[in-house]
């Protein structure tokens, strides 16, 4: 995977915290084994049990990991924006992916081949080392959300990835608003959840009647982020 010009990559690279502080040859090393893709919305990047043979970055846009099971019911594992790496399990191991990546957006990512990025990060130990930290923040998430599937009620559950999705997804508005920079739909969000459409609408509905959730009128969603917070903290189980 070599590209014509190293110029646009090196330029998308340095726009991820990754590789923030990469020297000029780290950067063309890494430039060499990568391209930029665009991507349509709702296009497939990968699919489950697909041979893993690159890592993807999101340059701009929105990709949604998610998962099919055997009775056709679709769950949404992650969104990944802008400067996200996926997936994360993809390092040191021969096998295949273990989910689906999809466009959720028009998205541009760059695509880096697997085995020479293993190549470069055996050579570089303080890329190792970041990569590494990153990893574990995303263990540390997938801890959060085990907890939450075990502890929390449906409605408690949507919450809380209301608040987690406010913090990549969205922007401070006046009033103490947070207004998502992208549409979600409640299918979308059921489908993070593990719920239906039905429990997602009724959940909404009342926060809506505690005036914590709204619509602008370009039908984005705004929630109150930190009274969301606060009133997931006090509603029992």
């Not at 041979?51 to 769950?75: A, H, W």
């Not at 992650?78 to 790496?85: K, P, Q, T, V």
């Not at 409640?186 to 505690?210: D, F, I, P, S, Y």
């Amino acid at each position: 995977m070599v590209a014509t010009t190293s110029a646009p990559i090196t330029k998308a690279l340095k726009s991820i915290a990754l590789f923030q502080y990469f020297k000029d040859w780290e950067l063309e090393a890494m430039a060499n084994v990568s391209a930029l893709r665009p991507y349509k919305r709702n296009s497939q990047l990968f699919c489950q049990y697909d041979p893993m043979d690159n890592i993807y970055f999101v340059i701009n846009g929105r990709i949604r990991i998610y998962r099919i099971s055997e009775e056709g019911k679709e769950q949404t594992f992650y969104m990944a924006s802008d400067g996200e790496m996926f997936p994360n399990e993809g390092f040191f191991r021969n096998g295949s992916y273990t989910a689906n990546a999809a466009a959720e957006t028009d998205s541009l990512c760059l695509v880096t081949a697997l085995k020479p990025f293993e190549e470069i990060l055996i050579h570089n130990s303080d890329m190792t080392t970041r990569l590494f930290q990153l990893l574990t923040d995303k263990i540390i998430d997938l801890q959060t959300r085990l907890e939450e599937k075990s502890c929390y009620t449906l409605k408690r559950q949507v919450m809380a990835s209301l608040i987690r999705l406010s913090n990549t997804h969205s922007s401070a508005c006046e009033g103490g608003w947070n207004k998502f920079d992208t549409r979600l739909t409640n299918q979308e969000l059921a489908g993070m959840v593990g719920t239906t459409r039905e429990t997602v609408n009724r959940c909404l509905n009342e926060l809506k009647k505690h005036e914590v959730l709204t619509a602008s009128n370009e039908g984005y969603l705004m929630i109150r982020t930190e009274m969301l917070r606060q009133m997931l903290h006090g509603v029992g189980n």
